[in-house]
């Protein structure tokens, strides 16, 4: 339980500092490289429970990226998308299950030619919400939760500041809403279009 | 070349029609034989269940045969409950006799034949059993079960504090050392008014009746007599026999003794028939086809009641696990089934609880046929009242609300084998269980019109603590003068009223669901205009019943759903006919 809450803090703590340091240089100076992707994917739920009556999904997530230091770049984005429904409990209740988040992480890269590998540390505030309804039950489950986000990828440059993006990341969520902790963490794999312009 | 296909064709046909023949006669030895037989080796003697799949041709002639057999008795009782039972049935059809002369030819011995479960039970080295599968109106064979009863270890006799009795008010009968056991279930209140079980046909099914001649007994209608174990009418101990009949004294006298300052039982007027279905030691080793076969002597005879202190569950004696909490369910063991069809055929079964209360168990410590929902299951208190530890608790596995009453089952003054004079103090269930049956007695000639079920339902109906029954000590300790005066309403309760709690697992929470069930009761005859259900908080002490459906008469379950694990309910139903008449509740508890 005490480790727990070190977790927790540890967190809480990580995501304040990096909103600090997006926050400095929130608007650019000019000459900033500024990018603007969206990206589209798969997203698996670790939680077998969570599996089997929703399944795994797809997500879509467009990001701005400011480069901050060089190679360093501070990257905010919002995952959504994921909305399932499935039958739950004992009578199939039907259900829908939504997860979104706001994510910022620090990012790494490098540059090779026209290729630009790129790892990923970050945290996001993940919003997670269930609903049954019908003639015998009507509930919501709706909470939050700060998550970890491990990932990596590469951007491949198409045409004048237009460029190919493919990643894969994984988001670390445990949450507990009740008595049941679930596993809702899961490996992101994506790709999409970004176009980078300086300021 | 076609010469070749066929040849190919024919002996694939062969093995198919082989294989399945062979599963097909495996499918018949139950896993429990198959691993005696394996742990004994195929030549060492087994005792085994043989089922046959019918009762051969003509069945509906063979009923009427059955029905036209029927000695007075059996056909007064049967009439009695014409309502509810069918007056004969296939029940009552003896086992085809053509399949036993074909089975003989391959068993050393044919125990005991049983009509209610269209089988028997044979003797037969385990080398013959696959032989026995193969003849074709085998249903299925099954292993014999064996048991040890365990009766708990006797305390210090009770004694009474004289100083703060109460005076005793004056009877008709000195009861001596037996006023507690009596006074306590309210006995001498119809003994004062002339009741006595007159007219009431008993069957003990016990480990053996020795000293029958004892000063208490002496006086006894005993009308037959039968050792089921040794194969004889002579229900005491003879030298090398199996068996000790000092528990069947005991229970005997308890429920009917007679000797004036020493010991009255509640039904000493009424008539006996004594079945020795044990073979019995302090703890009493007892299979499981002698009982049947006593119960179904006992209804050929007539037997309003059957008084039985015994008790099956394995895992309790030999640790073998054969039968579990789970198997008491009310409709497992083989013994349980033959009280079900016994009470089909309108005999109350009156048996006790089990002495196992102080045994650690999932659910509960009953033993079967306890579990039966038609069998009265009598746990025992002391003589101040409270619930002994050792009394079996309940629910059932399915959900039903057990011990059914209590009696005095601690320091029970009873008839000793050692003389015609001995007397003893014991302890146990297997004896709450007779002074139960014996009050039953005394309700039957007060009320010579009611059935089992009727008198079921009075008994529980009146009982101290039938507005909140529980499983430790059920309806609570019976008072047979309130009993004798119980009214019934035109309106009978459901039967078999029983909650299992479900898991019901959203993902992110889990609920808990309450699976209400119950049976149309038939005496009812389709009069019921809908079922009230109603459900008391057990957490909150001043809770009261809050009503949650009103289900129509076709209905049979209900959920109650959204509960948290911690949440208990004591629920209560009750059938409601068309002109508004409500019944008395059952209830059900987790």
């Keep these: 339980m005490k480790r727990n809450n070190y977790l927790g803090m540890l967190r809480t703590n990580f995501i304040i500092i990096f909103l600090l340091l997006f926050m400095v240089r929130i608007i650019p100076a000019a000459g900033t490289n500024l990018e603007l992707t969206l990206k589209y994917g798969s997203r698996q739920v670790n939680d077998s429970n969570i599996k089997e009556i929703y399944g795994n999904g797809y997500v879509f997530l467009p990001s701005v990226c400011v480069s901050v230091f060089p190679n360093f770049s501070i990257q905010a984005a919002y995952e959504g998308g994921y909305k399932k429904s499935g039958s739950v409990g004992l009578y199939q209740d039907e259900s829908t299950l939504r997860i979104s988040g706001l994510e910022i992480s620090s990012i790494l890269w490098y540059r090779f030619s026209s290729f630009k590998p790129y790892v990923q540390l970050g945290g996001g505030y993940y919003f997670y919400k269930q609903d049954v309804e019908n003639d015998f039950v009507r509930f919501q489950v709706d909470h939050k939760k700060v998550g970890f986000i491990l990932g990596g990828g590469v951007d491949i440059d198409l045409y004048k500041g237009l460029f190919l993006s493919l990643g894969i990341k994984y988001v670390q969520l445990e949450v507990q809403p009740f008595d049941v902790p679930v596993d809702l963490s899961g490996i992101r794999i994506l790709g999409g279009i970004g176009w980078g312009f300086k300021l | ?590």
Aim: glycine share 8%.
């Design chain 2, 1 to 590: 070349m076609r010469k070749i296909i066929k040849k190919i064709l024919n002996l694939c046909l062969v093995l198919i029609i082989s294989t399945a023949g062979f599963s097909g006669q495996n499918n018949k030895i139950s896993p429990h034989l198959s691993k005696l037989i394996k742990q004994k080796g195929e030549n060492t003697v087994i005792t085994a269940w043989v089922y046959f799949k019918d009762k051969g041709p003509d069945l509906n002639q063979k009923i009427e045969q059955a029905r036209q057999s029927f000695n007075p008795r059996v056909q007064q009782r049967r009439w009695r409950h014409r309502h509810i039972y069918p007056t004969a049935d296939v029940f009552d059809v003896p086992v085809n006799e053509e399949y036993l002369v074909l089975l003989k030819e391959h068993v050393s011995r044919i125990r005991h034949r049983s009509r209610w479960l269209n089988a028997v039970s044979v003797e037969t080295e385990g080398a013959n059993i696959a032989g026995i599968a193969v003849l074709p109106f085998v249903k299925k064979i099954d292993k014999v079960r064996s048991f040890i009863f365990r009766d708990p270890v006797r305390g210090e006799p009770f004694k009474l504090n004289l100083e703060s009795m109460q005076p005793v008010p004056a009877h008709i009968y000195d009861y001596g050392p037996s006023y507690n056991q009596v006074q306590q279930i309210n006995v001498p209140a119809l003994h004062d008014r002339g009741y006595s079980g007159k007219g009431v046909l008993m069957c003990f099914l016990d480990g053996g009746f020795n000293n029958l001649t004892h000063e208490s007994l002496f006086p006894l209608n005993i009308l037959d007599t039968w050792d089921f174990v040794n194969e004889d009418p002579n229900v005491s101990d003879q030298p090398g026999q199996m068996g000790n009949g000092d528990h069947g004294t005991n229970t005997l006298s308890a429920a009917a003794g007679f000797m004036p300052g020493k010991l009255i039982g509640p039904a000493f007027g009424a008539d006996f028939i004594l079945g020795k279905t044990e073979n019995s030691e302090w703890e009493r080793h007892i299979e499981e086809d002698d009982w049947i076969a006593g119960a179904e002597w006992a209804d050929s005879l007539g037997a309003d009641i059957i008084s039985s202190s015994l008790g099956y569950r394995e895992e309790f004696t030999h640790g073998e696990q054969d039968y579990t909490w789970e198997d008491m369910d009310g409709e497992t063991t083989i013994v349980t089934k033959g009280a079900s069809i016994a009470a089909s055929r309108g005999i109350l079964i009156v048996n006790s609880a089990g002495n196992e209360g102080n045994i650690p168990a999932p659910q509960n410590t009953l033993v079967a046929p306890a579990d039966a929902s038609s069998v009265l299951a009598v746990g025992a208190v002391d003589p101040s009242g409270q619930r002994t530890g050792f009394s079996s608790v309940g629910p059932t596995a399915d959900g039903r609300i057990k011990p059914d009453v209590m009696a005095q089952g601690s320091s029970v003054y009873a008839a000793g084998v050692n003389g015609v004079s001995d007397y003893e103090y014991v302890y146990g269930t297997s004896f709450s269980c007779p002074l139960t049956a014996g009050t039953a007695a005394l309700l039957l000639e007060v009320h010579p019109d009611w059935t089992s079920l009727e008198l079921m339902e009075a008994i529980k109906m009146t009982a101290n603590n039938s507005s909140s029954p529980n499983n430790k000590i059920g309806w609570g300790i019976v008072d047979a003068e309130a009993a004798s005066e119980y009214i019934f309403k035109k309106v009978y309760a459901p039967k078999d009223f029983s909650v299992r709690r479900l898991e019901d697992n959203y993902g992110f929470f889990i609920q808990y669901v309450d699976r209400l069930s119950w049976a149309a009761n038939p005496a009812n005859q389709d009069n019921i205009q809908f079922y009230a259900l109603s459900a008391r908080r057990l957490e909150d002490e001043n809770a009261v019943f809050v009503q949650i459906a009103e289900l129509d008469a076709q209905t049979f379950s209900y959920d109650s759903r959204g509960l948290l694990g911690s949440e208990t309910f004591l629920y209560r139903l009750t059938a409601v006919d068309k002109e508004g008449i409500e019944s008395n509740p059952v209830y059900a508890r987790q």
